[in-house]
């Protein structure tokens, strides 16, 4: 603290002094909401679970895809969702054929909704199938 | 392909079962195949309009208690109609009303599902329409109704609050889960001058129509005047079957052949 304030008293007038601070002020509280929320985001991928404790494939927990969620998530994934939702389980390709987007798009939203445990993904010889949490 | 629509409103008292009730009985009189579901489980109203008790009810449905066909009443014969006309209703019992407000978020996914399931269900029976009467607002039932809708009809009076609330939920819902939506404008009220029957002139209706689309930015599919004899009428009269020449039936008509098209 005392090594700036010598740089500070040197360089700068005290009206420029009071700016930078304001500025490192503000960016300290930028920062620290951004951490709050990856923090946020950590607990929700990450569920909290006894010590030791293993999880099968199939025990994943998972949020439920209700309507209020689908409200809150982006238009693009919401569209990807509701067709899960109608579909139950399916390919991409299909879900690309009730989105009528390109399946590698469909692909891609659906492998961020199974990382935000909203749905999961099986894989059945060569086909991968997404459903909700049955 | 059938056709999913659901008629639903910001706030209560709007017209909406009125509405639901008349619209699935023009329809059914032309010779489409309409089921009409009671979405409403807050406050059934069906069950005193058909004045029907059954064993199973959209609740058991939805709890997977039973399946759809032990929920539905034909009454095709009871009003003589050209297509088939089912309904589906809602349980009006406390403990069911009480036992519906309680549900879960999980209850309310695996609900969504069922009632889109309903889609494909009604395909392989040639339903033309299925109507879902809602509760007003953004409840989970009403909003699983629109989700699983291919048309949303958004019952609305011209009353400030209304018309805010409506916009609204134009942006907040219809618009996220990207639903062909359309506002019927119900109760509107007649000049002083004008007897209470008297139609909307054709004048009064494309000014109101000018009016209302710029205020919601969506398409109008009807306006249906305030009659007085309609609210003073038992809810167990449906004015498309025992009175299809009053101005209301005929309004009725009218919204529905813009459904039709919609």
Same mark, same amino acid.
């Given at each position: 603290?005392?090594?700036?304030?010598?740089?500070?008293?040197?360089?700068?007038?005290?009206?420029?002094?009071?700016?930078?601070?304001?500025?490192?002020?503000?960016?300290?509280?930028?920062?620290?909401?951004?951490?709050?929320?990856?923090?946020?985001?950590?607990?929700?991928?990450?569920?909290?679970?006894?010590?030791?404790?293993?999880?099968?494939?199939?025990?994943?927990?998972?949020?439920?895809?209700?309507?209020?969620?689908?409200?809150?998530?982006?238009?693009?994934?919401?569209?990807?969702?509701?067709?899960?939702?109608?579909?139950?389980?399916?390919?991409?390709?299909?879900?690309?054929?009730?989105?009528?987007?390109?399946?590698?798009?469909?692909?891609?939203?659906?492998?961020?909704?199974? =990382?935000?445990?909203?749905?999961?993904?099986?894989?059945?010889?060569?086909?991968?199938?997404?459903?909700?949490?049955? | 392909?059938?056709?999913?629509?659901?008629?639903?409103?910001?706030?209560?008292?709007?017209?909406?079962?009125?509405?639901?009730?008349?619209?699935?009985?023009?329809?059914?009189?032309?010779?489409?195949?309409?089921?009409?579901?009671?979405?409403?489980?807050?406050?059934? =109203?069906?069950?005193?309009?058909?004045?029907?008790?059954?064993?199973?009810?959209?609740?058991?449905?939805?709890?997977?208690?039973?399946?759809?066909?032990?929920?539905?009443?034909?009454?095709?014969?009871?009003?003589?109609?050209?297509?088939?006309?089912?309904?589906?209703?809602?349980?009006?019992?406390?403990?069911?009303?009480?036992?519906?407000?309680?549900?879960?978020?999980?209850?309310?996914?695996?609900?969504?599902?069922?009632?889109?399931?309903?889609?494909?269900?009604?395909?392989?029976?040639?339903?033309?329409?299925?109507?879902?009467?809602?509760?007003?607002?953004?409840?989970?039932?009403?909003?699983?109704?629109?989700?699983?809708?291919?048309?949303?009809?958004?019952?609305?009076?011209?009353?400030?609050?209304?018309?805010?609330?409506?916009?609204?939920?134009?942006?907040?819902?219809?618009?996220?889960?990207?639903?062909? =939506?359309?506002?019927?404008?119900?109760?509107?009220?007649?000049?002083?001058?004008?007897?209470?029957?008297?139609?909307?002139?054709?004048?009064?209706?494309?000014?109101?129509?000018?009016?209302?689309?710029?205020?919601?930015?969506?398409?109008?599919?009807?306006?249906?005047?305030?009659?007085?004899?309609?609210?003073?009428?038992?809810?167990?009269?449906?004015?498309?079957?025992?009175?299809?020449?009053?101005?209301?039936?005929?309004?009725?008509?009218?919204?529905?052949?813009?459904?039709?098209?919609?």
């Amino acid at each position: 603290m005392f090594t700036i304030h010598c740089l500070v008293t040197e360089t700068l007038s005290r009206k420029d002094v009071s700016k930078t601070l304001l500025k490192v002020s503000r960016d300290l509280e930028a920062l620290t909401s951004k951490v709050d929320l990856i923090l946020a985001s950590q607990k929700r991928v990450v569920p909290a679970r006894a010590i030791g404790e293993k999880i099968t494939k199939n025990q994943i927990p998972c949020e439920a895809l209700d309507v209020m969620t689908l409200l809150s998530l982006p238009d693009h994934l919401r569209k990807t969702a509701v067709a899960i939702c109608a579909l139950r389980s399916a390919t991409a390709a299909d879900v690309a054929g009730e989105t009528g987007r390109a399946r590698a798009v469909e692909s891609n939203y659906l492998n961020q909704l199974v =990382t935000m445990k909203y749905i999961q993904r099986e894989r059945k010889g060569k086909k991968v199938y997404f459903y909700v949490s049955k | 392909m059938g056709k999913v629509v659901t008629i639903h409103s910001s706030r209560g008292g709007t017209g909406k079962s009125l509405i639901s009730v008349n619209t699935a009985a023009v329809l059914a009189n032309k010779g489409k195949n309409v089921c009409l579901l009671d979405l409403d489980f807050r406050a059934p =109203t069906m069950y005193v309009v058909f004045k029907l008790s059954t064993e199973y009810w959209l609740n058991n449905f939805l709890n997977r208690d039973c399946e759809i066909e032990n929920v539905l009443y034909d009454l095709t014969q009871r009003y003589n109609t050209k297509g088939k006309f089912f309904v589906g209703l809602a349980d009006p019992s406390m403990l069911a009303i009480r036992e519906m407000s309680m549900k879960d978020r999980k209850w309310e996914m695996k609900a969504l599902q069922r009632l889109l399931s309903l889609r494909k269900l009604f395909e392989e029976r040639k339903i033309d329409y299925i109507i879902f009467d809602t509760s007003p607002g953004i409840q989970y039932a009403s909003v699983n109704a629109v989700v699983s809708s291919d048309t949303v009809v958004v019952v609305t009076t011209m009353d400030a609050l209304d018309i805010q609330g409506t916009r609204s939920m134009i942006e907040d819902l219809y618009e996220a889960f990207g639903k062909k =939506t359309g506002i019927l404008l119900n109760k509107v009220l007649l000049p002083y001058s004008l007897p209470s029957l008297s139609p909307l002139t054709e004048a009064d209706r494309e000014s109101l129509s000018k009016q209302l689309k710029e205020t919601f930015g969506i398409p109008i599919f009807g306006m249906i005047p305030c009659y007085c004899d309609v609210l003073r009428t038992s809810r167990t009269v449906i004015l498309a079957f025992q009175n299809p020449e009053h101005p209301f039936a005929k309004d009725v008509e009218k919204f529905a052949e813009v459904l039709e098209e919609a």
